[in-house]
């Protein structure tokens, strides 16, 4: 089985920035589908941003003009850069691939 390690998350002041990394264990196919989701305690997971199999990128509203999703298939990585970071985004980050695949997720805190 792939293995998913999300890596990248911190504590960041309101308007900062961070930038997450996905990593696979082993190659993956250029059109496997991937996407971040996150979770806030209490809450329940949600989709922030996603890469189809046919290679077109969602976000969610609540985060357009802000994060980016990008791949590097030679690396078996996929990264989501976040700008322009608030508090009401503090949340467990986790990375998903081909719909069942979880990584373990990493911790995003975003407070002055």
């Known amino acids: 089985q792939v293995q998913l390690m999300e890596s990248g998350g911190g504590l960041v002041q309101p308007g900062g920035s961070l930038k997450l990394s996905c990593a696979a264990s082993?190659?993956?196919?250029?059109?496997?589908?991937m996407a971040w989701y996150r979770q806030a305690p209490g809450k329940e997971r949600e989709l922030v941003a996603r890469?189809?199999?046919?290679?077109?990128?969602d976000y969610a509203e609540f985060v357009k003009g802000r994060f980016t999703i990008s791949r590097d298939n030679a690396k078996n990585t996929m990264y989501l850069q976040m700008n322009s970071l608030i508090p009401e985004d503090t949340a467990v980050y986790y990375c998903?691939?081909?719909?069942?695949?979880w990584g373990q997720g990493t911790q995003v805190t975003v407070s002055s």
């Open positions: 082993r190659s993956i196919s250029s059109v496997t589908p």
């Open positions: 998903n691939m081909k719909y069942v695949l």
């Open positions: 890469i189809t199999d046919g290679g077109r990128i």
